[in-house]
C-alpha cells in the first residue's frame, strides 16, 4: 500500500542496468523492459542463452497441489525453511511459496514445454527433503526449456527497443556515487576495450562462487567478479559459509578434470542408492553382488524419506561410506570416490521404455562421459560443489546495503537458508525476476525522478575505471611462470579438502594459514598471456 510508483511516461527515462542473463537476470530484464524502463543487460557469454542456468536439470518447485496430496503455499513455505535448517529468512521464503504458482503460468503460456500426464494436464515428480510432488519438469533439462521461455522474453524487449544488450563483456566494478550504485565498469572480451556504462539503478545477477572449489558443477566461466567487486564497494555479504554439494554428479576421474557433471536429483526418484556391505566387494562388477550383499544405506537410515532425503543428507552419507573404504569405481589418489545409482527395480517396475522417456538426456550423458551404458550396469555417483546459499546481503526488497543495488537469484543470500532443498533454484531465479525485482524496485526509482543526472566526467567513474585497469596491468606485468588455472586448481584442492563437506575448526584453520602463501606466490609468479 506504501509502495511508491513511476507511470509509464517516466520509465521510460530511466535507465537500469542488469548484469547477468540466467534465469534471473533474463527474466528482470525482459519484465523491466517490458514495463518500459531502458534496459542495458550484460552477460559474458557469447549469448544471452548460454548462461549456466541452461544447465539445470531436474524441475522447478510451484505449490499447485495437481496431485492433491497436501500441498499448500503454506507446506512450500516449510519445507523450504526446514530444508534450510531455519535459517533463511522466513518473509522472503513466504513470498517465494505464493508466487511460485505464477511461474507456471507465466512459463506455461511462453509455451514452456513441461512435461505432462497422458491427459494432457502437466505431470509432476518427487524431489530430495519433502514428501509432495510438486516439481514440474522438461524430461532432464528443465533449465534449458525455461532459459529459452525468458530469453525469447528478453528478445522480444531488444526488438521493441527497450533492451540493449552487451555480450561478451565481464563486470569489473561498481559505480558508486553519493553512497548510490550509479553504473558499471565492464570489459569487452573481445577488443579488451574498459567501458563506463551509466544508470539509475544496477541489478546484480550474476550467480554463485561455487567455483572457488575448483571442480563444481558450475561452467568453467561462471565466477564471482560482479558480487565481489560490489562488496568491495561495501556492499555486505551474508552466509558465504553455505555452500551445497549436490549428492548425485560423475564422480572425479583423475587431475585432468575442470569441471564435474550433474545427474538431477529427479534419478532419485527410481534409482536407488547402495554400497556393497563387504569392501573386498567393491572391485566386482555390481552385476555380480546379490541384493542379500549390498546395503541400500539411505532406505536403511532414513525409512521415511528413502532416497529421497534432503541433499546435505544424502551427500554426507556418501562421503561417510566411502571413508570407510566401502566406495566403488577407480581409485583416484587413495580413495574410491562413489557409490551406485542403480535402476534395476525401475527397469523392471516401468520397462525401459518409460524409464527411457523420464531420463534420457541424462542417460545419454552419463553414457557418453563415463562409456557405461546405465541401462545395463549401476550409475556411479559421488557428491560434488554445486550452489552457493550465501550472496550479497539484501532486503525483502532485493537490494543490497548500497541503495540503488538490487541483487537477484543465486547472488543473493535470502531465500534458501543453510540448504537449497532442490528444485528451488529455478523458482527463486525466476520469482525475483519476473513478479519480485520490477515490484520493488520502482520504489527506489520514484523518488530518484528530477534529480540531476550524474556527469559523465564524474570523478569517481574516471576512479572507477583507472581502478579496474591497474588491475589488468599488474596481473599482466608479474611474467611469472604459472597459469591462473593452477592456482585456481590448488585453491580449490585447498577449500575442499578443508572447508568442503566435512569442516573442523582445525581444518579452517589449516586453510587459513596456506591461503596467504598461495596468494603471495600468485602475486609473484603468475603468467598471463596476451597483452591485455
Known amino acids: 500500500a506504501h509502495a511508491k510508483l513511476v507511470n509509464p511516461a517516466n520509465r521510460r527515462k530511466i535507465k537500469v542496468i542488469v548484469v547477468g542473463t540466467g534465469l534471473a537476470g533474463a527474466s528482470a530484464g525482459a519484465t523491466l ?38 500441498d499448500s503455499t503454506y507446506r512450500l513455505f516449510y519445507d523450504t525453511v526446514k530444508g534450510g535448517d531455519f535459517r533463511s529468512r522466513e518473509s522472503n521464503s513466504y513470498r517465494l ?41 522438461a524430461r532432464g533439462q528443465t533449465g534449458q526449456q525455461l532459459l529459452i521461455g525468458a530469453y525469447q522474453a528478453l528478445e522480444r524487449q531488444v526488438a521493441a527497443g527497450t533492451v540493449t544488450t552487451h555480450t561478451r563483456h565481464e563486470m569489473l566494478e561498481l559505480i558508486v556515487v553519493d553512497g548510490k550504485a550509479r553504473g558499471i565498469i565492464a570489459r569487452d572480451m573481445v577488443s579488451g576495450e574498459i567501458q563506463t556504462h551509466l544508470a539509475d539503478a544496477v541489478v546484480l545477477a550474476s550467480g554463485g562462487y561455487g567455483n572457488v572449489y575448483f571442480l563444481s558443477t558450475n561452467a568453467m566461466g561462471c565466477n564471482v567478479t560482479a558480487s565481489w567487486r560490489a562488496h568491495r564497494k561495501g556492499a555486505y555479504f551474508a552466509n558465504p559459509c553455505y555452500t551445497q554439494i549436490h549428492p548425485t554428479c560423475i564422480p572425479v576421474s583423475g587431475d ?55 541433499r546435505d543428507i544424502a551427500s554426507r552419507q556418501a562421503k561417510n561410506m566411502c571413508d570407510e573404504g566401502r566406495g566403488v569405481g577407480p581409485k583416484v589418489g587413495d580413495f574410491r570416490r562413489g557409490v551406485y545409482l542403480d535402476f534395476k527395480d525401475a527397469i523392471g517396475r516401468l520397462g525401459e521404455d518409460a524409464v527411457r522417456a ?19 550396469v549401476p550409475m556411479r555417483i559421488y557428491p560434488a560443489v554445486h550452489y552457493t546459499m550465501g550472496g550479497l546481503w539484501v532486503d525483502y526488497d532485493l537490494q543490497a546495503t548500497i541503495p540503488g543495488l538490487f541483487v537477484a537469484g543465486e547472488a543473493n543470500f535470502s531465500d534458501h537458508g543453510a540448504n537449497r532443498l532442490g528444485a528451488s533454484a529455478l523458482m527463486q531465479g525466476l520469482a525475483d525476476g519476473y ?50 588455472d593452477s592456482f585456481h586448481m590448488e585453491l580449490g584442492k585447498i577449500m575442499l579438502e578443508h572447508c568442503g563437506m566435512e569442516r573442523t575448526k582445525q581444518s579452517l584453520e589449516k586453510a587459513l594459514s596456506e591461503i596467504p602463501g598461495l596468494h603471495a606466490e600468485f602475486r609473484k609468479d603468475l603468467r598471463v598471456t596476451g597483452d591485455g
Not at 51 to 65: E, L, V
Not at 274 to 294: A, L
Not at 436 to 458: E, F
Request: net charge negative; with cysteine.
Open 256 to 310: 585432468h578434470q575442470s569441471k564435474l557433471t550433474l545427474m538431477s536429483e529427479s534419478l532419485r526418484n527410481d534409482g536407488r542408492i547402495w554400497v556393497p556391505k563387504r569392501r573386498e566387494d567393491c572391485e566386482k562388477d555390481p552385476r555380480q553382488i546379490p541384493d542379500e550383499d549390498r546395503d541400500y544405506y539411505l532406505e536403511r537410515l532414513y525409512p521415511s524419506f528413502g532416497n529421497l532425503v534432503p
Open 97 to 137: 511459496a505464493e508466487v511460485s504458482a505464477n511461474i507456471i503460468d507465466q512459463c506455461v503460456a511462453q509455451g514452456v514445454p513441461f512435461a505432462r500426464e497422458y491427459g494432457g494436464l502437466l505431470d509432476n515428480r518427487s524431489f530430495g527433503g519433502v514428501q509432495v510432488s510438486r516439481t514440474f519438469y
Open 358 to 376: 523420464k531420463y534420457g538426456n541424462l542417460f545419454d550423458m552419463y553414457k557418453q562421459i563415463t562409456g557405461e551404458d546405465p541401462y545395463q
Open 435 to 484: 513478479f519480485v525485482l520490477p515490484n520493488t524496485i520502482r520504489d527506489y526509482l520514484a523518488p530518484q525522478l528530477g534529480t540531476k543526472p550524474v556527469p559523465t566526467d564524474h570523478p569517481e567513474f574516471k576512479a572507477a575505471e583507472a581502478a579496474a585497469k591497474d588491475r589488468f596491468d599488474q596481473y599482466l606485468s608479474i611474467g611469472g611462470t604459472r597459469s591462473p
Open 33 to 70: 523492459g517490458e514495463a518500459g524502463y531502458q534496459v542495458e543487460s550484460f552477460c559474458y557469454q557469447d549469448s544471452p542463452r548460454r548462461a549456466h542456468s541452461i544447465a539445470a536439470q531436474g524441475g522447478i518447485n510451484a505449490a499447485k497441489n495437481y496431485r492433491n496430496d497436501g
